[in-house]
């Protein structure tokens, strides 16, 4: 599975608000929530009742608002002047206007975005996203230009949902004990467990329209399955991580957005890949490629760790066991 497609992430910061009753005897006035217009015929009386509380209780809010409506006050503004034009020219130049500060906020929370400490950890899991060496339709793809029966594909799935929900469960055990940024190793572990799946590609493997050896495709599957566990936890650890670093951020939920953008943005670079290496021949290059995109993830951690706790093996563990050794 894709790590785009699991929805085991945990949410960090609105465990604080509760769902009490709001004490007030105004009537509930939902239409006057920004964002939630045409919701007042079709939600029900809890579920406006949830949306009240959690407008109220978060402030941020309101404030991330006030800078949409600016934006759309804007827009709306230009638009009114535009039915005044029927000159091209002058029609081209209102439609630049209207785009004009939107572009400038995207701009402006990119820089943000970037310079901001977390954005090693978010490119790290995004390089994720620009690989094949997962069971999408491209490996399927190529595994069955190689005679493997859907059963048998089927199967290797499944085994693998099962490796990773392992991880899911290791990764909060893990954390309460070494912390969630060291247990955000998974990474590397994914770096080891997907190497013989990429030798798989180029020792012994069979030719196109043949099935791999046996050896051959137990390199292929295991490294998959085991990878698995690094992925899922890896994931559910850094996406705690930027909640946590986040949770006071003023523009927390436009950061959090572009991490989601990037990674759209690499998944969309692994469907460019797979159309110039559209071969099954040629499907090891797309392999090599992924690896690549995965290591340089387990960089990008291992950067924004060191960053965050300023060394990246503790000295002392390493001098006890060299006492021990000794």
């Excluded at 941020?60 to 800078?67: K, Y």
């Excluded at 990474?187 to 180029?202: A, G, H, I, M, Q």
């Excluded at 909640?243 to 989601?260: E, V």
Aim: proline share 4%.
């Amino acid at each position: 599975m894709r790590a785009g497609h699991r929805e085991t992430k945990s949410a960090v910061g609105i465990n604080n608000i509760r769902e009490g009753p709001i004490k007030s005897n105004r009537k509930l006035e939902l239409h006057k929530i920004p964002g939630t217009e045409g919701l007042g015929d079709e939600a029900s009386p809890a579920d406006a009742d949830r949306i009240n509380v959690v407008y109220r209780r978060l402030p941020i809010l309101a404030i991330e608002e006030q800078g949409r409506l600016a934006d759309i006050a804007i827009i709306r503004a230009t638009a009114a002047k535009s039915k005044s034009h029927s000159n091209g020219v002058d029609m081209i130049t209102v439609n630049i206007k209207k785009i004009g500060p939107i572009l400038r906020r995207t701009v402006s929370d990119w820089r943000e975005f970037i310079t901001s400490p977390i954005f090693p950890s978010s490119l790290a899991i995004s390089l994720l996203y620009l690989t094949v060496l997962s069971f999408d339709g491209t490996m399927i793809s190529w595994l069955r230009s190689h005679q493997f029966s859907d059963a048998f594909v089927a199967g290797m799935r499944g085994v693998c949902v099962v490796t990773g929900l392992m991880g899911t469960v290791a990764m909060p055990w893990m954390e309460r004990r070494i912390g969630v940024n060291l247990t955000s190793f998974h990474d590397r572990f994914e770096v080891v467990t997907l190497l013989p799946v990429l030798l798989s590609f180029f020792v012994g493997a069979a030719k196109e329209g043949q099935r791999s050896s046996p050896w051959n495709a137990a390199m292929l599957f295991t490294g998959m399955a085991l990878s698995r566990i690094g992925l899922w936890a890896f994931d559910l650890c850094q996406t705690k991580e930027i909640q946590i670093t986040l949770q006071d951020h003023p523009r927390r939920n436009s950061i959090m957005a572009l991490q989601y953008s990037l990674q759209n943005l690499l998944d969309m670079t692994k469907y460019v890949l797979t159309i110039v290496l559209s071969q099954p021949r040629q499907f090891k290059w797309a392999a090599l490629v992924s690896y690549i995109s995965v290591g340089l993830g387990a960089i990008s951690y291992l950067a924004y760790s060191r960053k965050e706790r300023g060394h990246l093996v503790h000295l002392d563990w390493t001098e006890r066991l060299i006492r021990k050794k000794n």
